[in-house]
């Protein structure tokens, strides 16, 4: 009985669907449409997707070509001003070669004026290309004449010459979607497969229709008095569409949540790779299938493995540098050390080298990535060290779904050693043996050997990003204190500090830390260690700060961590369906002393308190000691994992919310004895 209800729940929603994808058109708003004022399904929403309709389709162009034509019609309602970023919308389009991805639009904005529709049209000097890479451009419109209660509309055509190619179905937006109807429809000479996101599930349905397509062929023929002839002939032939129907409503927004690597990681949508293209009268061609067919069709580019045995340019710097360098550990930094500084990374991402390749951007001292670590690849390869390039698909790139060249999107280094791999960024000029920055950490990386074999590797570091925090303080009769405070940072922490702030003027850097920590007020700073990246980044302050502590009568609260409490749970959703990223696996210890008044003594302190997250993920410690006339306060928060999966998020937000509690409780101090 059960399995009958949810049939027909599922047959009435994609029929109720249907019914309604037929009944909007593009141009016909309604005046309910323009009068709502909330989104039903979420009130706090500033904006909705009323309706979002996509079609892709095959066509043959006038050569006889396969095209793949995606017809995308959107109608979204601004329900305040903070809802009109919806109003703009880029669109990729891909292009290699001269063969371009056409483009074509129509978009309107709608608003009501006393009880009549006003319509105003998206112009076409309201288009805007944008060169965003090599091979990627845009084109970017935003909708005129926006208020508060407009609808903007827009139905944009994009035409494809790259028939292996669909684009994935995006199913999931920042704001709400009401309706979404989407159909697919791929001729039976390409095969694909799809793989619906697994986080927010969305269902699609497959099936099989015959279309009919006519094929027009034109001869010409020299007749009496030389003229010429055209005949033109149609063929009508029937062939059959793999058919994907995807119809769905009110899919709640993507809510921005802490410590995600990529948000869009984690949207609803669909993607389609191909698999293999099989043509009536010619040799089926087989698509890669597996991350081992990718990593040998990269290896072998002339713009990736080719640019490894190019050494000439660099052998004698290469000589100089390992010159006195007696282990392995000497050269892998020093050949490191030297690359970081010989080519300055121009910021473009990409696993392959330009066209000018590795050469040039050693000659001129800047490259992209892979012309920088490629070279870093090669120099370590020749010292003889087990060298190999890693590709790496970056945090905002997202995690590929299937085995696809486009999966990857950058390229490091890997030495191998007998007991693990050594990960180098070279365009990163903090980082360190395996201390990647935050960009790379991105689940795996595959490591690709020149004998052809290739193997995943962890892009997570082994070890802890610490932030320790040593205050020694001391508290006057008028609740204000001052002391030194000593901040020492290593790993990612490290890297990530060096990174925001080594550049800062001493002025400059005094204001971010006392922005940071609840607006004490730096008298004297130093850094220690802040070029030696063998080294943790130590940071020394001389600070007071006044109005730190309460006083009622004759008592004084104190916070048992004074300014550095933690005031906020950063875990604001009841649910979360994707994990929690930190990018490593961290750890934050704070040690206090603070020397109390003459007169006063302590009448009461929190109890010590601890707390650990299940399968040894993390924990939480405080502890409060009184020695004479000082407070000892030691923390030590600790997580043992870089992701701590969506099951364990209900006890991480507890975790968080039991120490915040905890901190709230106060150290009591009475004048007097207590």
Same mark, same amino acid.
């Given at each position: 009985?059960?399995?009958?209800i949810?049939?027909?729940?599922?047959?009435?929603?994609?029929? $109720?669907?249907?019914?309604?994808?037929?009944?909007?058109?593009?141009?016909?708003?309604?005046?309910?449409?323009?009068?709502?004022?909330?989104?039903?399904?979420?009130?706090?929403?500033?904006?909705?997707?009323?309706?979002?309709?996509?079609?892709?389709f095959?066509?043959?162009?006038?050569?006889?070509?396969w095209?793949?034509?995606?017809?995308?019609?959107?109608?979204?309602k601004?329900?305040?001003?903070? +809802?009109?970023?919806?109003?703009?919308?880029?669109?990729?389009?891909?292009?290699?070669?001269g063969?371009?991805?056409?483009?074509?639009?129509?978009?309107?904005?709608?608003?009501?004026?006393g009880?009549?529709?006003?319509?105003?049209?998206?112009?076409?000097?309201?288009?805007?290309?944008?060169?965003?890479?090599?091979?990627?451009?845009?084109r970017?419109?935003?909708?005129?004449?926006?208020?508060?209660?407009?609808?903007?509309?827009?139905?944009? $055509?994009?035409?494809?010459?790259?028939?292996?190619?669909?684009?994935?179905?995006s199913? @999931?937006?920042?704001?709400?979607?009401k309706?979404l109807?989407?159909?697919? @429809?791929?001729?039976?000479?390409?095969?694909?497969?799809?793989?619906?996101?697994?986080y927010?599930?969305?269902?699609?349905?497959?099936? @099989?229709i015959?279309?009919?397509?006519?094929?027009?062929?034109?001869?010409?023929?020299?007749?009496?008095?030389?003229?010429?002839?055209?005949?033109?002939?149609?063929d009508?032939i029937?062939?059959?569409?793999?058919?994907?129907?995807?119809?769905?409503?009110?899919?709640?927004?993507?809510?921005d949540?802490?410590?995600v690597?990529?948000?869009?990681?984690?949207?609803?949508?669909v993607a389609?790779?191909?698999?293999?293209?099989?043509?009536?009268?010619?040799?089926?061609k087989?698509?890669?299938?597996?991350?081992?067919?990718?990593?040998? $069709?990269?290896?072998e580019?002339?713009?990736?493995?080719?640019?490894?045995?190019?050494?000439?340019?660099?052998?004698?710097?290469?000589?100089?540098?390992?010159?006195?360098?007696?282990?392995?550990n000497?050269?892998?930094?020093?050949?490191?050390?030297?690359?970081?500084?010989?080519i300055?990374?121009?910021?473009?991402?990409?696993?392959?080298?330009?066209?000018?390749?590795?050469?040039?951007?050693?000659?001129?001292?800047?490259?992209?990535?892979?012309?920088?670590?490629?070279?870093?690849?090669?120099?370590?390869?020749e010292a003889?060290?087990?060298?190999?390039?890693v590709?790496?698909?970056?945090?905002?790139?997202?995690?590929?779904?299937?085995?696809t060249?486009?999966?990857?999107?950058?390229?490091?280094?890997?030495?191998?050693? @007998?007991?693990?791999v050594?990960?180098?960024?070279a365009t990163?000029?903090?980082?360190?043996p395996?201390?990647?920055?935050?960009?790379?950490?991105?689940?795996?990386?595959?490591?690709?050997?020149?004998n052809?074999?290739?193997?995943?590797?962890?892009?997570y570091?082994?070890?802890?990003?610490?932030?320790?925090?040593?205050?020694?303080?001391?508290?006057?009769?008028? +609740?204000?204190?001052?002391?030194?405070m000593?901040?020492?940072?290593?790993?990612?922490?490290?890297?990530?500090?060096r990174?925001n702030?080594?550049?800062?003027?001493e002025?400059?850097?005094?204001?971010?830390?006392?922005?940071?920590?609840?607006?004490?007020?730096?008298?004297?700073?130093?850094?220690n260690?802040?070029?030696?990246?063998?080294?943790?980044?130590?940071?020394?302050?001389?600070? $007071?700060?006044?109005n730190?502590?309460?006083?009622?009568?004759?008592?004084?609260?104190?916070?048992?961590?004074?300014?550095?409490?933690?005031?906020?749970?950063?875990?604001?959703?009841?649910?979360?369906?994707?994990?929690?990223?930190?990018?490593?696996?961290w750890?934050?210890?704070i040690?206090?002393?603070?020397?109390?008044?003459?007169g006063y003594?302590?009448?009461?302190?929190p109890?010590?308190?601890s707390?650990?997250?299940?399968?040894?993920?993390?924990?939480?410690?405080?502890?409060?000691e009184?020695?004479g006339?000082?407070?000892?306060?030691?923390?030590?928060?600790?997580?043992?994992?870089?992701?701590?999966?969506?099951?364990?998020?209900?006890?991480?937000?507890?975790?968080?919310?039991?120490?915040?509690?905890?901190?709230?409780?106060?150290?009591?101090?009475?004048?007097?004895?207590?």
């Amino acid at each position: 009985m059960k399995i009958k209800i949810a049939f027909l729940l599922i047959s009435v929603l994609f029929i $109720t669907t249907n019914i309604i994808a037929q009944n909007v058109k593009f141009g016909k708003v309604t005046k309910k449409e323009l009068e709502e004022k909330f989104y039903p399904e979420d009130t706090v929403a500033n904006a909705a997707v009323l309706y979002k309709n996509r079609r892709t389709f095959y066509e043959l162009d006038a050569d006889y070509q396969w095209v793949v034509k995606t017809v995308v019609h959107e109608r979204i309602k601004l329900y305040n001003k903070d +809802g009109f970023k919806n109003a703009t919308k880029k669109v990729g389009l891909y292009s290699k070669g001269g063969d371009d991805e056409l483009f074509s639009i129509k978009a309107y904005t709608y608003n009501l004026k006393g009880n009549k529709i006003e319509k105003t049209k998206l112009e076409k000097s309201g288009v805007f290309k944008e060169d965003m890479s090599k091979n990627w451009k845009s084109r970017n419109f935003t909708l005129p004449n926006l208020k508060d209660g407009s609808i903007v509309e827009w139905r944009y $055509t994009i035409t494809s010459p790259y028939y292996a190619s669909i684009n994935d179905v995006s199913c @999931q937006y920042k704001i709400p979607i009401k309706y979404l109807d989407v159909k697919i @429809q791929i001729p039976e000479y390409f095969e694909f497969k799809y793989l619906p996101s697994r986080y927010y599930p969305i269902k699609v349905k497959k099936s @099989q229709i015959r279309k009919g397509y006519t094929i027009t062929s034109k001869t010409r023929s020299v007749g009496g008095f030389s003229v010429t002839k055209t005949k033109t002939e149609y063929d009508d032939i029937k062939i059959t569409e793999n058919t994907y129907v995807i119809n769905e409503m009110n899919i709640p927004a993507l809510k921005d949540e802490p410590y995600v690597n990529n948000i869009y990681n984690y949207r609803a949508k669909v993607a389609f790779e191909i698999s293999a293209y099989r043509p009536t009268n010619g040799i089926t061609k087989f698509y890669n299938t597996t991350w081992e067919d990718v990593t040998k $069709t990269i290896y072998e580019s002339q713009y990736f493995g080719e640019q490894l045995n190019k050494k000439s340019h660099y052998k004698d710097d290469l000589t100089n540098i390992t010159n006195g360098t007696t282990s392995q550990n000497e050269k892998i930094i020093s050949i490191f050390n030297f690359v970081k500084n010989k080519i300055k990374w121009n910021e473009e991402y990409g696993k392959y080298v330009s066209i000018e390749g590795i050469k040039k951007a050693y000659k001129d001292g800047v490259g992209n990535v892979a012309e920088i670590n490629l070279t870093l690849v090669s120099m370590l390869k020749e010292a003889g060290l087990s060298a190999s390039p890693v590709l790496v698909s970056t945090r905002a790139h997202g995690i590929p779904l299937f085995p696809t060249k486009d999966g990857y999107n950058y390229v490091i280094a890997g030495v191998e050693t @007998q007991n693990r791999v050594i990960l180098l960024d070279a365009t990163e000029k903090y980082s360190a043996p395996n201390i990647l920055p935050l960009r790379d950490l991105n689940w795996e990386g595959r490591l690709i050997r020149e004998n052809g074999s290739s193997t995943t590797v962890s892009l997570y570091p082994s070890k802890y990003n610490t932030k320790k925090i040593k205050l020694s303080t001391k508290l006057d009769s008028e +609740g204000a204190i001052s002391g030194i405070m000593m901040t020492t940072y290593t790993n990612l922490n490290a890297l990530q500090y060096r990174d925001n702030y080594a550049s800062l003027t001493e002025d400059e850097l005094i204001s971010k830390i006392e922005s940071n920590n609840n607006a004490i007020e730096i008298e004297k700073i130093r850094l220690n260690n802040k070029n030696d990246l063998s080294k943790p980044i130590v940071e020394m302050v001389k600070f $007071t700060r006044d109005n730190q502590v309460d006083i009622i009568g004759d008592k004084m609260y104190i916070s048992p961590l004074l300014f550095l409490s933690t005031s906020e749970n950063p875990f604001k959703q009841e649910e979360r369906l994707f994990p929690v990223d930190y990018g490593s696996a961290w750890k934050k210890e704070i040690s206090i002393t603070i020397q109390i008044p003459e007169g006063y003594s302590v009448a009461s302190k929190p109890e010590d308190f601890s707390l650990a997250l299940p399968d040894n993920l993390g924990s939480y410690i405080l502890k409060t000691e009184v020695i004479g006339n000082k407070i000892n306060v030691t923390s030590q928060t600790k997580i043992n994992a870089a992701i701590i999966g969506a099951n364990h998020y209900k006890t991480l937000k507890g975790l968080y919310k039991k120490a915040i509690d905890n901190q709230l409780e106060k150290i009591v101090l009475v004048q007097g004895q207590p």
